[in-house]
């Protein structure tokens, strides 16, 4: 089995995460705003909320020691009743705004992060689909699917319920200790005198939450990948009988999962309560010493109070990002996964001057190309030839002499080290990748269908074709007949990987879709190996039919079929040994190398 790309040991830090989200968050400017604005609304009401609470206790209770001055003197001229009824409404106010601003910051910052996560999401994907064939061939698709559905949903979920609610709970501890220090800074360092031994404890605890996450994040792309595979394989698993094998390989990584994750609540649930009993110690040691304080007179029970309920408050955030530490650590191993992908460079892009191709007359001309997929081992080496407008050229070789490469050289899959590929006279690379790539029609050995309907099939990439423009494709692909002998006709349903359909009557699908882009050049890639001879015939008259006119490249063992091209290019060693008509090179074969070709058609 091929190994996922793993993620670094070294997490990406917040900074390094909004530098990738930077295009997204600058979108919803105008929401963070906002957000912030409600925010520090409720900040400052949350400030205030305690307040009534001091007015009661050394206003209307008496308990402001004689000869000191109360803050609230003028309140002192009001009656008894008077008082507490302002103060009773007061709270209300304060707590019911407080709310209603808690309300508009919660779901503004929800909005924005699940939009722009949402956006990440669909740039990641779509970054994905530029990666070079080799990181996918290194990589597992149950993997990926995992970084890109779960993982980014992970960050979603975490930023909502749990990220964005501590960023605000920790402006209101950075605002109530400001006003703790300001009421009696003595009391106030005492309050955090413990502080610094959670720190210490939580620095300890969230490293190893977060490898623990890490791990198990890991584990579970692995298992999405076993299960992915086993899906995809079925057939081959049963029949090897194999499925016991690939069920105990899964309840190997489900098991390791499990105990990953047990580990992780343990080490949370350990912190949680170790800030439980620091708090607690804090606010034993402030209430000791504020009690003697309010009985010498030198702070009012109203101030203790007020102080003592800062102190509940503000260390709530605390007491939060202890709960919330193992999701937090979750959501940063999801965050390297995803910021993995995200740095992963394009291996073929566009240059800044690059155009949208024009209409084509189909000269494809390989000058002199070399390529290697590793550095030391050369697969092309001085490739040369000439394709005319309107010609098919068969390319024959054995296997592993680099004749699908070369169309893959073509289709700017992969870049070539040297030499160049001109169309129409013109290197390319001079046209942006995707318009290249649309003007190309594409016949592969095993071509992919999607779960969906025989219309939707044929008309990938091109959703605005016309259901007349579809059946047109078809009948060119020698398909028509058997797609309107279903019950549904195009609207058929098939299985994902056309799995309820043949072979033959995929290929032939595969071969409407090329006809229907109407492309000037046609790459086959061996589009009839592995068909039987009803088949095969039912194929080969549809591509016929399709590269009439056409341009075309044609990968091919079979020498039959090379026999029907215009020229032929012989490919050996890397280099192209022989080149020209079909009854020149086929009729000289022996000096051109080609007794494997001879070995594989019979």
Request: net charge positive.
């Amino acid at each position: 089995m091929k190994s996922s790309p793993t993620t670094e040991d070294r997490s990406p830090g917040l900074l390094e995460l909004l530098r990738h989200f930077g295009p997204e968050i600058r979108q919803h400017r105008g929401k963070i705003v906002l957000a912030l604005l409600a925010l520090c609304a409720e900040v400052g009401l949350r400030l205030l909320e305690p307040w009534p609470l001091k007015v009661v206790f050394d206003v209307v209770l008496g308990q402001t020691p004689a000869g000191r001055t109360t803050e609230f003197g003028w309140l002192a001229e009001l009656s008894p009743t008077a008082v507490l009824t302002l103060a009773a409404v007061a709270l209300v106010v304060f707590t019911g705004l407080r709310a209603l601003a808690a309300y508009w910051s919660t779901v503004g910052f929800a909005i924005v992060g699940t939009r722009v996560l949402t956006a990440v999401r669909g740039r990641l994907f779509r970054h994905l689909q530029l990666l070079p064939l080799s990181f996918h061939h290194r990589a597992r698709s149950g993997d990926l699917t995992v970084r890109v559905i779960s993982d980014v949903g992970m960050l979603q979920d975490v930023t909502v319920t749990a990220l964005l609610p501590l960023v605000a709970r920790m402006l209101i501890l950075a605002g109530m200790v400001g006003v703790m220090f300001w009421m009696h800074w003595q009391l106030a360092v005492l309050a955090l005198a413990l502080f610094p031994l959670f720190w210490l404890r939580t620095v300890r605890l969230s490293r190893d939450i977060r490898e623990v996450a890490q791990q198990q994040r890991r584990r579970e792309g692995a298992m999405a990948a076993t299960a992915a595979e086993s899906f995809s394989g079925v057939k081959v698993v049963q029949a090897l009988a194999a499925g016991d094998a690939m069920a105990d390989s899964f309840c190997q990584q489900n098991d390791q999962s499990l105990k990953q994750g047990v580990k992780g609540k343990r080490l949370a649930a350990s912190l949680e309560r170790s800030v439980d009993l620091l708090l607690a110690g804090s606010t034993a040691l402030v209430l000791w010493q504020g009690a003697r304080l309010v009985m010498t007179g030198a702070l009012t029970a109203g101030d203790l109070l007020v102080f003592l309920a800062y102190l509940k408050t503000a260390f709530r955030p605390v007491q939060d990002f202890a709960k919330f530490t193992g999701r937090l650590g979750k959501a940063s191993a999801a965050g390297a996964r995803v910021w993995e992908l995200l740095e992963a460079a394009p291996a073929v892009t566009d240059r800044q001057d690059a155009m949208e191709v024009p209409p084509l007359r189909g000269e494809l001309r390989f000058e002199h190309v070399s390529f290697a997929y590793q550095p030391a081992q050369p697969l092309l080496r001085d490739v040369h030839f000439v394709a005319r407008p309107g010609q098919t050229v068969a390319v024959l070789g054995a296997s592993g002499q680099g004749k699908s490469t070369l169309l893959g050289l073509l289709l700017r899959l992969h870049e070539r080290d040297g030499g160049r590929i001109l169309v129409d006279g013109r290197d390319v690379r001079d046209y942006r990748v995707e318009s290249w790539r649309r003007s190309c029609g594409v016949v592969l050995q095993e071509n992919l269908l999607f779960a969906g309907t025989i219309h939707e099939n044929i008309a990938l990439g091109l959703p605005a074709a016309t259901r007349a423009e579809v059946e047109a494709a078809a009948q060119v692909a020698n398909a028509h007949e058997f797609i309107t002998g279903f019950k549904d006709g195009y609207d058929t349903v098939v299985g994902e990987r056309g799995a309820t359909l043949s072979q033959g009557q995929r290929q032939r699908i595969a071969i409407a879709r090329a006809a229907l882009r109407d492309a000037a050049v046609l790459l086959y890639d061996e589009p009839t190996t592995g068909l039987d001879e009803a088949a095969e015939r039912a194929v080969l008259a549809g591509l016929r039919n399709l590269s009439r006119g056409r341009t075309t490249l044609w990968v091919t063992h079979n020498l039959k079929h090379a026999a029907l091209a215009d020229a032929v290019v012989v490919l050996e060693d890397g280099h192209v040994v022989r080149h020209g008509p079909p009854d020149e090179v086929l009729g000289e074969r022996d000096a051109a190398g080609m007794e494997d070709c001879h070995a594989l058609a019979r």
